[in-house]
């Protein structure tokens, strides 16, 4: 195989990244090399390997500049990539096969990559949806979804990736894997009785397609396992969990190739779900009217082994789903120091959705204090709950139209230059996905039936299990990493300020070491957020309301607010009072109060 010369790529990639305003440090280059290096390797690994590249240090850039000078030099290198969206794998396609003169017209576009298409009924027949999977062999790099990449393998047809024809009709190997962002790697579902029914009506109808008119020898069994578990939430009265029906059970080969070949429908992941509710359980709720479904989640088995596997993840450090497969994460030698990143904490409030939804009155004081920050800051990146976000919005309507919010909701996806401008980011509250999420995910990624159980303390939910509780805090503190970055911090020339509300310490901590040379700083609303208005509430209120250059004596003060002399001097010692008249400005002159 030949090489490609990576000072080329690497000149390259730094001559680029600074055009586009970035710093290129020499650790920078040197993770670029190592990086290059490997995917350069013909020794297979025998673990995944995670590069952890920062956000906004360039990974996509990389591996597009890796292609294109790969498959110009080498005519028997071969890859699979993946990427998160059908645009990024349809753009990528684009950038391998271009054809530029050297005046930069676009000539016969090059036969080096092919992008697989998912099957959307508008667009293509399911004939030409499955004719691609042969035209990609014609092709030496194979550009698909994780999505994609997930739906062969767990049906186990990813094999059909393996090689390719070259320009002489002889097969080549691809074993280069290169995922570009965290891999799919567990589903969730809900299974009910009509969905199994459902598909014990397409499984069978699969087999009498494939096989004339007579039923498919792994029917009767798959049958059998269908009806214990159609029984088993049949019989289902409480919130509770089913059991496993066989631990140890798996699809037969033959049902899932046949499965994966001829399914047409529009729940294709339904075989899959099946097999982990059997193998697993799930945790049953109550639909309207009372019927009961099961919540399953599906691990995602991938052949790492087969290939030389890399995947490019910059939160994998902090990321629970890489917990229990082993996975080689490797860092950058020198990180980023984030000198311009100031995390401003408050731990007195969670802001939880249910928070919000037993005390409506909170949207105005939160909304209050959004404008508040906002006006400091060029551009503001708001983060809340999306049942709630209209309401929100309603409020920030004037900061809205001028530009100086931007909102958004918590899980929105990852990738985006929507908030690249903002130079601060207010994140009101945390999206946990259930009591049950958590133990149903954390059993799939480690093939263990794991306990439910957990209590509620003021920090909010702890899961008995360590594992449990571990895949929570990691997952909760990976996507507000992710979220942070959608600022750019990395890139930016001026001060960043996030703003963080949660009562758990360790999570605010992982947090804030996942941005070495940060600076953290304690952050009291002057809002009452929660709670009843106290009379601290009152003064601040007082405090704010003052004119500029007005003076007046604290007995005039606490006697308007209906508290006593010593209620008044207390006060003076409230955090938020104190913080109140740094911010409106307000000193103390003996026994008067002036605001300058």
Same mark, same amino acid.
């Given at each position: 195989?030949?090489?490609?010369?990576?000072?080329?790529?690497?000149?390259?990639?730094?001559?680029?990244?600074?055009?586009?305003?970035?710093?290129?440090?020499?650790?920078?280059?040197?993770?670029?090399?190592?990086?290059?290096?490997?995917?350069?390797?013909?020794?297979?690994?025998?673990?995944?390997?995670?590069?952890?590249?920062?956000?906004?240090?360039?990974?996509?850039?990389?591996?597009?500049?890796?292609?294109?000078?790969?498959?110009?030099?080498?005519?028997?290198?071969?890859?699979?990539?993946?990427?998160?969206?059908?645009?990024?794998?349809?753009?990528?396609?684009?950038?391998?096969?271009?054809?530029?003169?050297?005046?930069?017209?676009?000539?016969?576009?090059?036969?080096?990559?092919?992008?697989?298409?998912?099957?959307?009924?508008?667009?293509?027949?399911?004939?030409?949806?499955?004719?691609?999977?042969?035209?990609?062999?014609?092709?030496?790099?194979?550009?698909?979804?994780?999505?994609?990449?997930?739906?062969?393998?767990?049906?186990?047809?990813?094999?059909?990736?393996?090689?390719?024809?070259?320009?002489?009709?002889?097969?080549?190997?691809?074993?280069?894997?290169?995922?570009?962002?965290?891999?799919?790697?567990?589903?969730?579902?809900?299974?009910?009785?009509?969905?199994?029914?459902?598909?014990?009506?397409?499984?069978?109808?699969?087999?009498?397609?494939?096989?004339?008119?007579?039923?498919?020898?792994?029917?009767?069994?798959?049958?059998?396992?269908?009806?214990?578990?159609?029984?088993?939430?049949?019989?289902?009265?409480?919130?509770?969990?089913?059991?496993?029906?066989?631990?140890?059970?798996?699809?037969?080969?033959?049902?899932?190739?046949?499965?994966?070949?001829?399914?047409?429908?529009?729940?294709?992941?339904?075989?899959?779900?099946?097999?982990?509710?059997?193998?697993?359980?799930?945790?049953?709720?109550?639909?309207?009217?009372?019927?009961?479904?099961?919540?399953?989640?599906?691990?995602?088995?991938?052949?790492?082994?087969?290939?030389?596997?890399?995947? +490019?993840?910059?939160?994998? %450090?902090? *990321?629970? /789903? $890489?917990?229990?497969?082993?996975?080689?994460?490797?860092?950058?030698?020198? @990180?980023?120091?984030?000198?311009?990143?100031?995390?401003?904490?408050?731990?007195?409030?969670?802001?939880?959705?249910?928070?919000?939804?037993?005390?409506?009155?909170?949207?105005?004081?939160?909304?209050?204090?959004?404008?508040?920050?906002?006006?400091?800051?060029?551009?503001?990146?708001?983060?809340?709950?999306?049942?709630?976000?209209?309401?929100?919005?309603?409020?920030?309507?004037?900061?809205?139209?001028?530009?100086?919010?931007?909102?958004?909701?918590?899980?929105?996806?990852?990738?985006?230059?929507?908030?690249?401008?903002?130079?601060?980011?207010?994140? +009101?509250?945390?999206?946990? %996905?259930? *009591?049950? /999420? $958590?133990?149903?995910?954390?059993?799939?990624?480690?093939?263990?039936?794991? @306990?439910?159980?957990?209590?509620?303390?003021?920090?909010?939910?702890?899961?008995?299990?360590?594992?449990?509780?571990?895949?929570?805090?990691?997952?909760?503190?990976?996507?507000?990493?992710?979220?942070?970055?959608?600022?750019?911090?990395?890139?930016?020339?001026?001060?960043?300020?996030?703003?963080?509300?949660?009562?758990?310490?360790?999570?605010?901590?992982?947090?804030?070491?996942?941005?070495?040379?940060?600076?953290?700083?304690?952050?009291?609303?002057?809002?009452?957020?929660?709670?009843?208005?106290?009379?601290?509430?009152?003064?601040?209120?007082?405090?704010?309301?003052?004119?500029?250059?007005?003076?007046?004596?604290?007995?005039?003060?606490?006697?308007?607010?209906?508290?006593?002399?010593?209620?008044?001097?207390?006060?003076?010692?409230?955090?938020?009072?104190?913080?109140?008249?740094?911010?409106?400005?307000?000193?103390?002159?003996?026994?008067?109060?002036?605001?300058?």
């Amino acid at each position: 195989m030949n090489a490609i010369q990576l000072p080329a790529v690497t000149h390259e990639f730094s001559t680029l990244m600074q055009s586009r305003g970035q710093t290129v440090s020499h650790g920078d280059l040197e993770f670029v090399s190592l990086i290059s290096a490997a995917w350069q390797s013909e020794r297979t690994n025998p673990n995944p390997i995670v590069f952890a590249a920062e956000c906004g240090f360039g990974k996509s850039t990389l591996l597009e500049l890796f292609l294109r000078h790969k498959t110009a030099s080498d005519p028997y290198f071969g890859a699979i990539i993946v990427k998160q969206k059908r645009d990024e794998v349809e753009a990528l396609s684009v950038a391998i096969n271009r054809n530029l003169t050297e005046d930069g017209r676009e000539q016969v576009r090059y036969r080096r990559a092919f992008a697989i298409r998912g099957y959307d009924p508008l667009q293509m027949t399911y004939r030409s949806y499955r004719k691609q999977f042969e035209r990609q062999a014609y092709y030496p790099v194979v550009i698909m979804t994780a999505e994609m990449l997930a739906r062969q393998s767990s049906m186990r047809l990813l094999d059909r990736f393996s090689s390719f024809y070259d320009g002489d009709r002889q097969r080549r190997p691809r074993r280069l894997l290169i995922i570009d962002e965290r891999p799919v790697i567990t589903r969730n579902h809900s299974v009910s009785v009509e969905d199994v029914n459902r598909l014990i009506v397409d499984v069978r109808a699969i087999g009498l397609r494939k096989y004339n008119g007579k039923e498919a020898n792994y029917f009767r069994e798959f049958l059998e396992y269908a009806q214990r578990l159609r029984h088993e939430i049949e019989s289902c009265s409480v919130a509770a969990r089913i059991e496993p029906v066989d631990f140890e059970y798996t699809l037969p080969e033959e049902l899932r190739k046949d499965w994966g070949d001829d399914y047409e429908g529009d729940n294709f992941d339904m075989l899959g779900t099946f097999e982990s509710a059997i193998r697993f359980g799930g945790a049953v709720s109550f639909r309207r009217g009372g019927v009961p479904v099961v919540s399953v989640s599906q691990r995602i088995y991938y052949e790492w082994t087969q290939y030389n596997s890399f995947i +490019l993840d910059a939160t994998a %450090k902090t *990321d629970p /789903y $890489y917990a229990s497969d082993k996975f080689d994460v490797i860092e950058a030698p020198t @990180p980023h120091l984030y000198r311009n990143v100031y995390f401003n904490v408050c731990p007195s409030e969670n802001l939880s959705r249910s928070f919000f939804e037993a005390h409506p009155q909170s949207f105005d004081e939160v909304a209050a204090m959004v404008k508040e920050i906002a006006a400091k800051q060029r551009k503001t990146m708001v983060v809340f709950y999306k049942e709630h976000l209209s309401r929100l919005e309603e409020l920030l309507a004037e900061e809205i139209e001028c530009g100086a919010v931007l909102t958004k909701h918590f899980d929105s996806g990852r990738a985006t230059n929507e908030y690249k401008d903002c130079d601060a980011a207010i994140f +009101l509250g945390w999206l946990l %996905k259930g *009591d049950t /999420y $958590y133990p149903q995910v954390a059993s799939a990624i480690y093939s263990e039936l794991l @306990p439910l159980d957990h209590d509620i303390n003021i920090s909010g939910i702890r899961y008995s299990d360590a594992r449990v509780e571990s895949f929570k805090t990691g997952e909760l503190v990976t996507e507000r990493i992710q979220d942070v970055h959608r600022i750019r911090p990395r890139s930016s020339t001026y001060p960043i300020n996030v703003y963080l509300f949660h009562r758990d310490g360790e999570i605010i901590r992982k947090i804030i070491e996942s941005f070495p040379g940060s600076i953290r700083r304690e952050f009291t609303p002057l809002r009452r957020l929660s709670g009843k208005v106290t009379h601290a509430d009152n003064l601040i209120g007082y405090f704010q309301k003052m004119e500029s250059g007005q003076r007046t004596k604290s007995k005039e003060i606490y006697e308007s607010l209906g508290i006593s002399a010593r209620q008044f001097s207390r006060l003076q010692e409230d955090p938020r009072v104190v913080e109140a008249m740094r911010q409106y400005r307000v000193i103390k002159d003996r026994t008067f109060y002036s605001k300058l």
